[in-house]
């Protein structure tokens, strides 16, 4: 178990906003990294053997390291000064080490050589793994964290990130909730791409157009603006709210690419139309009985 410390307690945690590991968070991640090693822990996918061949007694920290530099691309050992050129080689690194970190217990002692054989709980070694990464990235306000599954997942503002992860969509379509599933799964994750091909997916909102009885798709998109209750002023708002939406989505490299599109250009982008159209989309579900 990982406590919190003293600050956290008092003034409660850091808002986690920052997208980018700076170099003092690095050199943490490091010296973790490196202390995981020394005990042994990344011999649960990286073993050193005693040398009578009776058992592991640590890590094989060369073989790790030609390992994490063929998957992920970082040299080792580890720099801590040193940040990589590319801040997804962290997350991948993470997950990496996530997959071949254990618990090691003790075993027999092996009095010739003075050190013990090792044994691994693979399921502690990750939890206790996961959760001191999770207290650094906390620590330092980066709006990412590793999960019990050992996957780096972004974390949204709280109040939006609640509100996106208990969405449940039933619209009676299996390809448009698949759409609105993967455009969940897309915004949480580190890369701008992943995010943006999230953001296209969201874009699920003309197929809802058309999830309304009758074949014309402006009466059945009107059918559906209707079902949410609310007077001419609020339906007038709402009907703005879908043009600007359609608007957006043919023109900014979302849904079409022409060349002549205006292409999306930072995640601040992204998160803004993302979530102004979650909202939008949230309420029509939730009007017309297809979600929660």
Known sequence: MVNQLYSDRERGARPRTFETVEERAWAGLVAQLQQRVANGSFGYGFPAECQDREGTIGCDDTALGMALKAEVGIDWPLNPHQLPDDQLAIWDALEF????????????????????????????GQKEF????????????????????????????????????RARFQTGDAETDRLLEAARAGITSPAFEDRKNGLDKLWAFERLKTLEPGSNKEATANALLNKVSGGPVFQELLSYEATALTKAGNNLGIRHFETNQELLQNPQQVDYLFFRMFAFLQLLLRASGRGI
Do not use: C, M, W, Y
């Not at 080490?97 to 399921?123: C, M, N, R, S, Y």
């Not at 980066?142 to 990130?161: K, M, N, P, S």
């Open 130 to 165: 996961a959760a001191s990464i999770n207290r650094l990235l906390a620590r330092n306000g980066i709006a990412f964290e590793l999960t019990d599954t050992g996957q780096v997942r972004r974390l949204l503002a709280e109040h939006i990130g609640e509100q996106i992860a």
């Open 97 to 124: 080490l996530f997959e071949h970190v254990g618990k090691p217990i003790q075993g027999k002692h092996h009095q010739h050589f003075g050190h013990h054989h090792l044994t691994f709980d693979a399921e502690t």
